[in-house]
């Protein structure tokens, strides 16, 4: 039998495409299968790494949750005998913060009776008195260099178990009345050494011939709410103009404002007794304006410099025993008066004193307590 040729032609030709698409096919196949393997990896590798980043996020929360809080709180000045200007970046390093640490850690146990603590360094600040700006050479970033300061700490630390509320409360009398603990007589070993960020082998030493520690706060130098203790009503300032040099306070369910605690402005109070914890609240809104009491009532206005505006934006704040978020303020200038919320408006703030006087603020009428809650 003999194929014509066309016959062959065309049977050929439609072979060549059965295959072409077979291939076709057969390749689409394949190469969905790869991408498909490969999608499935990387979702894989995904869930992989999301589990990790979940696993690590919850140890950290739960490492950062412990290492945050911290039954006491206190400041530490240090004043620095040397006036050598220094680079700020200095005194923030990892290697001076352990330098820092180790030394004020031997220094309060040795204070402290029959209780040992390990405490942390929560911030290190350097109080310039005198600082000027220096350029170390032309290629780099200008670099401000501090002078004559007193290098000023924020640690917390916890009492070890064995320590009862008396032994608690002995040592803290310790150190917040002890303020030349190493007598008057500069003593050499009582230095910290500075370290450069760049360099760990270029150090300045630094001699401390005063140290006073004062009982502090969880909440210094944090923004926080300020809300009432019994209804989800806040603090809030009503900030129509903040050129303004006075704003009304109210208690209100919508707005609320955010306050920075800061160290109180009238200082002299603080010196006369360590032991207890000053404050002021500034705005964070209004550019230098403090709470503050006027004609027993509480209102926001900016800082004058005054006498009288210092002693009336600086509150004694005290802490429940029960709750380290729930505190009162009291006034300095006018006795045995709180910030409260007025009982007729229930709107503003004013200053009144309670009916009895209570030892501590876990009886007071709670329109008296306030929580502090931070900005997070």
């Known amino acids: 039998m003999v194929l014509h040729p066309r016959k062959l032609c065309r049977c050929d030709g439609r072979h060549r495409k059965i295959l072409l698409i077979a291939f076709i096919i ?59 200007c220094i680079p700020i970046d200095w005194f923030n390093t ?141 603090v809030s300032a009503l900030i129509l103009d903040p050129t303004a040099l006075r704003t009304s306070i109210v208690i209100s369910r919508i707005d609320r404002t955010l306050f920075l605690i800061t160290n109180p402005l009238n200082e002299r109070l603080v010196e006369n007794n360590s032991s207890i914890i000053y404050i002021s609240l500034l705005s964070t809104v209004v550019p230098n304006a403090y709470l503050r009491h006027e004609n027993a009532r509480i209102i926001l206005r900016k800082n004058d410099e005054s006498i009288s505006f210092k002693q009336d934006a600086t509150f004694k704040l005290l ?23 007025d009982s007729e408006s229930k709107t503003a703030l004013v200053l009144r004193q309670p009916k009895s006087k209570q030892l501590d603020i876990d009886h007071f009428d709670t329109r008296f307590l306030f929580e502090l809650h931070f900005n997070k």
């Open 26 to 84: 057969g390749a689409d196949f394949w190469l969905g299968t790869i991408l498909l393997a490969s999608v499935i990896t990387n979702f894989e590798n995904n869930l992989t790494i999301l589990d990790r980043y979940r696993t690590q996020s919850k140890r950290s929360q739960t490492q950062g949750s412990g290492a945050k809080y911290y039954e006491n709180s206190f400041r530490i000045d240090y004043t620095i005998v040397e006036s050598t």
């Open 94 to 234: 990892n290697a001076t913060r352990a330098s820092i640490f180790h030394l004020t850690n031997a220094k309060l146990n040795m204070i402290t009776t029959n209780s040992i603590f390990n405490m942390n360094i929560i911030s290190v600040n350097p109080i310039i008195k005198n600082n000027y700006t220096i350029e170390s050479n032309p290629f780099s970033r200008v670099r401000t260099s501090v002078c004559d300061y007193v290098l000023q700490l924020y640690i917390g630390f916890n009492f070890s178990p064995y320590c009862n509320d008396a032994c608690q409360t002995k040592n803290i009398q310790l150190l917040t009345f002890t303020y030349k603990p190493f007598g008057d007589s500069l003593d050499h070993s009582f230095s910290i050494a500075l370290y450069s960020p760049t360099s760990t082998t270029s150090t300045v030493v630094l001699n401390i011939y005063q140290f006073v520690i004062y009982q502090s706060s969880i909440y210094f130098h944090k923004q926080v709410y300020i809300r009432s203790f019994n209804e989800s009503h806040y």
């Open 319 to 341: 802490i429940s025993k029960n709750n380290k978020n729930v505190v009162a303020f009291q006034a300095l200038d006018l006795a045995d008066s709180y910030i409260a919320i």
